[in-house]
């Protein structure tokens, strides 16, 4: 079962659990979770790990049946041509002898080596990682369409971001207008004003593109037959503190407990001790109870006073009885599976150590990213404040002639550009931590 990379895949899920706290609802638009529950619902992938459930559902059937009786019958015709002796006059000649019969057999296993029970253990494993899989292809298709969600969300605050600077942008023009008529500025400074409101619109224009693109990728992660009029609900995200969170060694052991993926990995060493114990039975001796039925009849050209029936019931038969199967050699076939068995559990052992390694090193990287996030976040939000007065004090030394237009689209673009930052660190720092969230088995929603 393929997977994406943990914390690319935690992130996304994660981030479902902003949906908790919506804003008024919108039935045109989509929700989070509504997102998710159709995609689920419609997910052709998922959808074939579920029929692969059933496959496993099956052969644990098929598994438990072996321990049941099995029987068979069977039917048998034939004709011979040539010389042979009449029974009732002994004259030689040539005839046709006719020969059949018919029965029922019957055979149930008393002792294999414990390979049936072990076998039917195996199995419940085998269908307990298919029920994974659907749950781990889930988790990935929540990855999927909660990342696209929130880069939607993302995408339409940078477009708002980018109206508000052309407004601005398109209001300083006009003022410039203004005062060139009053030959109060040169008209270079409209004319740079002019090019600024120019660049900026050009932007308005990509960025909506941006959103476009986002909300057409999110509708076709859905398989929507229609992906004209989509759009999605708008969320409240919290707002953001710097409360610490929880140490990345309670993270891991939570994550321990709650990942699939460990989850799978337990089961395959579980699946390969029981693979060791199916082997070994290979070498014990079976011991199974046989019984059966049969009847026969035979008839020759010319035979005088036969009766089908008579003859049937003459011959009918029954027996049962014991068989007793004692391996001896067998080109050292059984051993060889015993010996391969070990090693199977060995690199199913280190294939669990390997991904609990892997998840720590996930985990920590979480935490680190959740922190550094944080910091990001605040970093943005003083830069902020900090460019927002700078251009607030330039607008006013423009306005009073102190200031090119230069000074101000300069100033303007630093604020624009800490705006944007603070958005981007906001909702990474949303995500991060949501990851942690998800580490220690939070609920979604």
Known sequence: MNRIRLTATIMGMAAAALAASAQTPDSTRWSLERCIEYAIDNNISIKKQQLQV???????????????????????????????????????????THYSSVGVDASMPIFAGMQISNSIKRQKLTLENAR?????????????????????????????????????SRQQTDNAD???????????????LQSQLSKEAMQLTQQENALSLS?????????????????????????????????????YAAALQTQPRIRNYQN?????EYALRIARGALCPTLALTGGWSTNTSYMDGMQNYSLSSDLKDNSSCHIGLSLNVPIFSGLDARTKVRNAKVGIESAQLSLDNERLTLRKEVQQAYADANNALRKYF?????????????????????????TSLDLNT?????????????????????RSKIIDFYMGKPIY
Request: without cysteine.
């Open 411 to 431: 100033a303007k673009n630093e604020l624009t550009r800490a705006e944007s930052e603070m958005l981007q660190a906001k909702y990474e720092y949303l995500l």
């Open 132 to 168: 994974i899989g659907v749950e781990m292809a889930k988790n990935d298709l929540n990855v999927n369409i909660a990342v696209a969600y929130l880069q939607v969300l993302l995408d339409r605050e940078l477009l708002d971001l980018a109206r508000r600077q052309v407004e601005i």
């Open 379 to 403: 970093s943005a939000k003083d830069a902020v404040a900090s460019y927002g007065e700078s251009f607030a004090y330039t607008q006013r030394k423009f306005d009073a002639g102190l200031a």
């Open 215 to 251: 909300r057409l990728a999110l509708a076709q992660m859905l398989d929507l037959p229609d992906t004209d009029g989509f759009d999605i609900q708008s969320i409240d995200a919290p707002e953001l503190s710097a409360n610490a969170t929880a140490s990345a060694d309670d993270i």
């Open 268 to 272: 395959m060493v579980e699946d390969s």
């Open 54 to 96: 059933e496959t496993e559902q099956n052969n644990l059937l098929n598994a438990r049946l072996q321990r049941y009786p099995t029987v068979s019958g069977n039917a048998y015709y034939n004709a011979a041509f040539g010389r042979v002796a009449n029974p009732t006059t002994y004259e030689v000649s040539n005839i046709t």
């Open 178 to 192: 203004a005062k060139v008529k009053a030959q109060l500025i040169a008209q270079g400074e409209l004319m740079e």
